[in-house]
């Protein structure tokens, strides 16, 4: 009984540890007002406090409120929104994923709230003036999202197997390295013929691949 209550004990700290850590990278990202106070200090509210463009530009007591402020924190958000991210093709692809996912599973549960009649709705024609029945937007939604998830899930595999590859390649490429610098360490080779056996390698190495690639 008391293994169990110090297992549970020390999941709480675990638990309260990585919100502590989460919340001083939070703080670490957050973007201040940064206006200089008539006191000479930074202001330190958070940007955009108090106006309709919390997160970026000054604060309501700073100008933010003024169209001028309002002009800059656009500005600085379009810089923020263009700011390069240093991610790889995989983690990247992974992020869209999930936030398809989460798209879908909000389209889904909009569409599972319709009544069977509300599934299709009437449309108006302008080019014939013909009325239609067409489905409702919520669905159309849900099914373009629907393709999305599966075009980005087949994209994450084939980078996932080309990542893969790439990775097993350079393992080989690496053992073939370190066998090749055993076998000429055991021959004792004087360095002239060291510099001499260089090239031949990777030349062989060279024909290795290209008949590997037209195998393949």
Known sequence: MWRVANTKRAKALNRKAEMEAQKRRDDATV?????????????????????????????????????GGAIAAAREEMHGMARPAN???QQALRAVLRLAAGQLA?????????????LFVRAY??????ITMVPHHWLKLQRDVMND?????????DAGVAERGI??????????ADLLERVVDSLELTDEQR????????????????DAQDDG
């Open 149 to 157: 998830v599966a075009r980005y899930s087949k994209m994450a595999m």
């Open 125 to 130: 024609s302008p080019s014939d003036g013909a």
């Open 31 to 67: 973007n201040i007002c940064g206006a200089q106070k008539h006191d000479g200090s930074i202001c330190s509210q958070r940007a955009g406090w108090g106006t309709t463009h919390v997160g970026w530009g000054r604060c309501r007591h700073h100008g933010g409120m003024l169209r």
């Open 106 to 118: 909000y389209a889904s549960a909009q569409v599972s709230n319709l009544s069977d009649d509300d």
């Open 167 to 176: 990775l097993v390649k350079e393992q080989q490429t690496t053992m073939v």
């Open 195 to 210: 510099e001499q056996l260089g090239p031949t390698i990777r030349r062989h190495l060279t024909l290795v691949e290209d």
């Open 87 to 89: 991610v790889s093709a």
